[in-house]
Nanobody
Framework: QVQLVESGGGLVQAGGSLRLSCAAS????????MGWYRQAPVKQRELVAT???????NYADSVKGRFIISRDNAKNTVYLQMDSLKPEDSAVYYC???????????????WGQGTQVTVSS
């Protein structure tokens, strides 16, 4: 099994910054894409950012220019640097990692436990 442990959430004022970390461990075969989703109360879980194994990032329009996703493959860790935070960014943030297998060629998506981000106005 693969486990993802998140850290870095908390309470900040609008305009502040947080840096989330998500480290994968366990029986890792080879991690491909990693990313972050978030879910606010009564809302659907939405994609925040994703990053390919080659380091190519993609962002939701709502966070472009404010958030930066990065990864350290040697540490099996993905980060989310969040700047210029807004109250509407408040949510539980979940990281994911896609771990591939060779035979059979199956891709499994693993999820972190979630970390709360609260931005006060």
């Amino acid at each position: 099994q693969v486990q993802l442990v998140e850290s870095g959430g908390g309470l900040v004022q609008a305009g502040g910054s947080l840096r989330l970390s998500c480290a994968a461990s366990g029986n890792i075969v080879g991690i491909n894409a990693m990313g972050w989703y978030r879910q606010a109360p009564v809302k659907q879980r939405e994609l925040v950012a994703t990053i390919s194994s080659g380091g190519n990032p993609n962002y939701a329009d709502s966070v472009k220019g404010r958030f930066i996703i990065s990864r350290d493959n040697a540490k099996n860790t993905v980060y989310l640097q969040m700047d210029s935070l807004k109250p509407e960014d408040s949510a539980v943030y979940y990281c994911h990692a896609d771990d591939r297998t060779v035979h059979p060629p199956i891709m499994n998506r693993y999820w972190g436990q979630g970390t709360q981000v609260t931005v006060s106005s």
